[in-house]
């Protein structure tokens, strides 16, 4: 059982299942065997999270993405026999490390008639697989990030599986109760289960330019913004349902899950520049109606604009955390993780490699950093060699213990005073 050592921690942070037993991959020492697991959460007062009781920590890793996209790379035993090899082997250079599960529906859940689910998949083997690869990543000492659903890359046909359970009600609640119950019920004290990501770019799979009286569903900004890369959304209870779902599991044991929806774009996280948090508590609670179905921390993607060869004015590589006022005035705040960015999309190369990449977010109050994407698939991606020199180049930083290639650390950004007067340009800018 986990014991936490300080009463400060279980007044102001959330906790969360997370746990991890030393923070390198050496063989633990006689005296850090001796020693309680960590617990990661996210603390109430600020925009952090702790791990090992007290310790600010920032989050190094990278994205897992599909070996298979076409089938996804778990359940009907496609783990035991496909992906296991490929995934377990990316596995070993990590800390943390973010796993996309259904993808568009195409292998997983189980779809019966007329778009409702009916399991987790055809042989029942996606629970077991999942428990195999949390397993293998407790060994390496990684904490895993499961991301439900991706958004980014819409396949015609295939995407009509998660078009269903967006537009219907009945759908998403038979996906809740047949698939993401048993699913998080199993693996939800696994020591290596870090958290959930509803969703990857929800953006991409929603109603476009939408006009609406309530602010939270009219996105028309994202066409001013976002000149035509990516389409909006209109009513958000896809994420509300889920995360209260997981939510109401964790409560019953007295835990607290760490809940995201990584965004394509800052734009739809924050409320300067015109833009607004359509992830913010209240839009999420008044689309479906679940006052419990929020998130534990933000998460976005940072890419150039590709055919300006430059990031956009408000990307995260050009501001602090704290320019973002994410939670208006009515939220504390919270954790920002830039879920995905790489040297390859990070422009200009010569301003912006990985290593300037994951210094700027360790040193400018963000609290984690994922390359995109682990296996290098796709012109978009960095090679493996190149993601692994950014993660690493956080070894010896405050606080950071680093294996081969995994980095977990303390950013001393992150506790920058709210009376503190920030300089106009980040730090190393």
């Known amino acids: 059982m986990i014991e936490v050592g300080s009463k400060n921690l279980i007044r102001d942070c959330l906790m969360s299942v997370v746990k991890s037993q030393s923070l390198n991959h050496a063989e633990p020492t006689s005296a850090q065997k001796g020693k309680k697991r960590g617990i990661l959460a996210v603390c109430k007062k600020n925009s952090q999270f702790l791990c090992n009781d007290e310790q600010p920590t920032f989050l190094v890793g990278a994205n897992q993405a599909w070996f298979n996209y076409a089938t996804g790379d778990f359940g009907n035993r496609l783990y035991f026999t496909i992906s296991m090899i490929p995934l377990q082997t990316y596995l070993t250079t990590l800390k943390a490390a973010g796993l996309f599960l259904h993808i568009e529906g195409q292998g997983t859940p189980m779809f019966g008639p007329g778009g409702t689910v009916i399991g987790t998949d055809l042989q029942q083997s996606l629970i077991p697989e999942l428990m195999e690869y949390l397993k293998f990543a407790h060994m390496n000492q990684i904490f895993v990030f499961i991301c439900l659903w991706n958004g980014a890359y819409v396949t015609p046909v295939i995407n009509e599986r998660l078009h269903g359970l967006i537009k219907d009600e009945v759908n998403l609640q038979s996906y809740i109760l047949t698939a993401l119950t048993p699913i998080v019920t199993a693996v939800m004290n696994e020591p290596a289960m870090a958290g959930w990501d509803i969703i990857n770019q929800p953006e991409g799979v929603m109603k476009r330019n939408v006009t609406d009286k309530n602010p939270c569903w009219d996105n028309t900004f994202l066409e001013l913004k976002s000149s035509g890369r990516a389409i909006g959304w209109a009513k958000e209870l896809f994420i509300n349902l889920q995360a209260s779902a997981i939510r109401k599991l964790y409560k019953a044991q007295n835990k607290e899950p760490l809940i995201t929806a990584s965004s394509f774009n800052i734009i739809t996280n924050t409320f ?14 008044i689309s479906g109606g679940a006052d419990d179905g929020y998130l534990s921390f933000w998460s976005t993607y940072s890419f150039d604009i590709k055919s300006e060869g430059r990031y956009d004015d408000w990307a995260p590589f050009n501001h602090y955390y704290t320019e973002y006022h994410m939670g208006g005035d009515h939220l504390p705040p919270r954790p920002l993780v830039i879920a995905g960015f790489n040297q390859v999309r990070g422009r200009p190369h010569s301003k912006w490699d990985i290593v300037k990449q994951f210094n700027h977010l360790y040193s400018n109050g963000y609290s984690g ?30 606080g950071v213990t680093v294996g081969p290639f995994g980095a977990l650390s303390s950013p001393l950004g992150s506790l920058i005073p709210k009376n503190l007067t920030i300089p106009a340009s980040p730090v190393g800018k």
């Open 272 to 285: 300067q520049w015109n833009c607004k948090n359509l992830y913010h508590d209240y839009c999420l609670n």
């Open 369 to 398: 950093g994922w390359t995109w994407q682990m296996n290098a698939q796709g012109p978009d991606t960095d090679d493996w060699i190149t993601q692994a020199k950014g993660i690493s180049s956080l070894s010896g930083k405050y």
